[in-house]
């Protein structure tokens, strides 16, 4: 949501800095016209100095503004400002464990080292780490954890149903972490045979005909139904693999 809500101000910025350079231009023209026809001669001796909002300063070194115009996008450009550095701010508290996790495994080359860095290449290392993580986070270990979470579920549910029925026994509970360990493998698992984005048009719908549902939901679906899914995959490596023995006399 942090990276998400970066690139949302990233291109509000982008779209206000293309409404400024056109309100700049706009600006220059007028001043042209205005000294134009304030010229007796109808001729300029020299342009207008070029015009850049957001930047002319006073004595007294607060800002100063030529039209409302350029005040307004002025203030729309610092709030912008100040909400990217929040977002900022954000994202370097939410990697921080990340970071000291990452640190148990990795030592720098040169520990005593240090060397200046630039303050726009310390916001993109971090951005580009924030993203690494939630990619590797969000691919890896939380279809892992919704498929033991959906295994869990369906161990409940069956130890419910064994109890309401008196029939609880000794090895359900080493049945039970077979289960989870199988829901934990096959949640890990699944987006290497299922697209939850769904299928084409024309394309084959799969295993779960024309439903579209994300990574997480499949995973905890098929961690909850973890018998059924490896039957489908047996039956799908059958298919595939198995071949026809000619007959005899052929």
């Given at each position: 949501m942090i990276l998400a809500h970066l690139d949302a101000v990233r291109t509000r910025t982008a779209t206000l800095q293309t409404e400024i350079s056109t309100a700049e231009l706009k600006y220059t023209a007028d001043e042209r016209a205005r000294l134009m026809a304030g010229d007796a001669t109808g001729r300029m001796a020299r342009d207008p100095e070029p015009v850049r909002f957001?930047?002319?300063?006073?004595?007294?070194?607060?800002?100063?503004?030529?039209t409302t115009e350029e005040y307004q996008m002025c203030?729309?450009?610092d709030a912008l400002r100040e909400e990217r550095r929040a977002v900022r701010m954000n994202l370097r508290e939410w990697l921080a464990p990340w970071r000291t996790f990452y640190g148990l495994f990795y030592q720098p080359l040169h520990p005593n080292r240090q060397e200046p860095e630039d303050a726009n290449v310390r916001r993109r290392g971090t951005e580009e780490m924030a993203r690494i993580v939630t990619l590797v986070v969000g691919t890896s270990f939380l279809p892992l954890a919704y498929g033991v979470l959906g295994a869990g579920a369906a161990v409940?549910?069956?130890?419910?149903?064994?109890?309401?029925?008196?029939?609880?026994?000794?090895?359900d509970s080493t049945l039970a972490l077979l289960q989870l360990a199988l829901g934990g493998t096959i949640g890990a698992c699944i987006g290497l045979f299922i697209n939850p984005s769904g299928a084409a048009p024309g394309e084959d719908h799969g295993l779960l005909d024309a439903w579209a549902l994300s990574g997480s939901a499949l995973s905890f679906i098929a961690g909850f139904g973890v018998e059924?899914?490896?039957?489908?995959?047996?039956?799908?490596?059958?298919?595939?693999?198995?071949?026809a023995e000619p007959k005899r006399g052929e």
């Open positions: 957001c930047s002319l300063r006073g004595p007294d070194r607060l800002p100063r503004y030529r203030a729309r450009a409940v549910r069956r130890l419910w149903e064994r109890m309401r029925e008196s029939l609880l026994s000794p090895r059924g899914v490896f039957r489908a995959l047996e039956n799908f490596v059958r298919r595939v693999f198995s071949s």
